[in-house]
């Protein structure tokens, strides 16, 4: 499609993370290994969740979602970057760049609202234990995880038509290793004010309401918690919830410093380190942190790994 004497582009280069050659392979081996272990820690704990009994609790309910959208948001963005870390040209069309922006914000934001959830979940549990069954109950939880995901999916569809609607005509070069926001926008001919406010005022509603409601969940539980009689009962549970903590103030504050700014401001070098913190370091530890600390699911994890030897040692006689 031509506009004056312009050619749309129909295609980008990705310049991926950095620029060292000699380190591709070292770079595809470490990230391979990142992402098996992604995809392979947090199906084991979908897969517990799913057939143990002692974990069909609203808890493990939510964890459970968690790990299938791990493993989602993870996979829009790494398998691509494995691929360009083998080919010399390191090529994505405009429509596959379009629709992994759109996954890729999508997943973002259910995973903002599935935190903030799980923070409400835990603030019930221990604020209110005595209405806890009848406020979380089956139903409720349900309605809550797909509200997320309907919510998320349908909170990117405006920036997404933003975006697509705009000219690009060159260059193609994008400054990462997938299509974010802020590198693309860089490449668009006509003018992003407009888009960019957009995204702009919807991401900071986002993260900064979602974030607002995580924290003062866990203020509300801490300060519960402090009332604790037992020192044993409020060192456990300060324990998990700094592990909790954690994880959502690394996810959170990588997110708000991306994405809570003007594009215009942003530093590329400084969002491409972020960016690997909320798309491959989070998806990583989140099971480890939330499940696999848990004594209840090493225990149910060495009994069914018992039992998986049992059978193989039956079937081998």
Known sequence: MDRGNHTSVTEFILLGLWDLPELQGVFFGLFVVVYSITVLGNLIIMVL???????HIPMYYFLSNLAGLEICYITVTVPQMLVNFLVERKIISFSACIAQLYFFGSFGSTE????????????????SPLHYNMLMNGKICTKLVLCSWLVGFSSTLLSIMLISSLYFCGPNRIK????????????????TSFTETVIFLLASAILLMCCFLTVLSYIKIIATIVKI???????????????????????????????????????FDVSKVASVLYTVVTPLVNPFIYTLRNKDVKRSIRRHANRAVALLETIGK
């Open 176 to 191: 990462h290793y997938f299509c974010d926001i802020a590198p693309l926008l860089k490449l668009a001919c006509s003018d």
């Open 229 to 267: 009689p037992s020192s044993l009962g409020r060192e456990k549970a300060f324990s998990t919830c700094a592990s909790h903590i954690s994880v959502v103030l690394v996810y959170y504050g990588t997110m708000i410093c991306v994405y809570v700014r003007p594009t215009a401001t942003s530093v």
């Open 49 to 55: 969740i799913m057939v143990d009994p002692c974990f």
């Open 112 to 127: 903002c609202f599935l935190l903030a959830i799980m923070a409400y979940d835990r603030y019930l549990a221990i604020c």
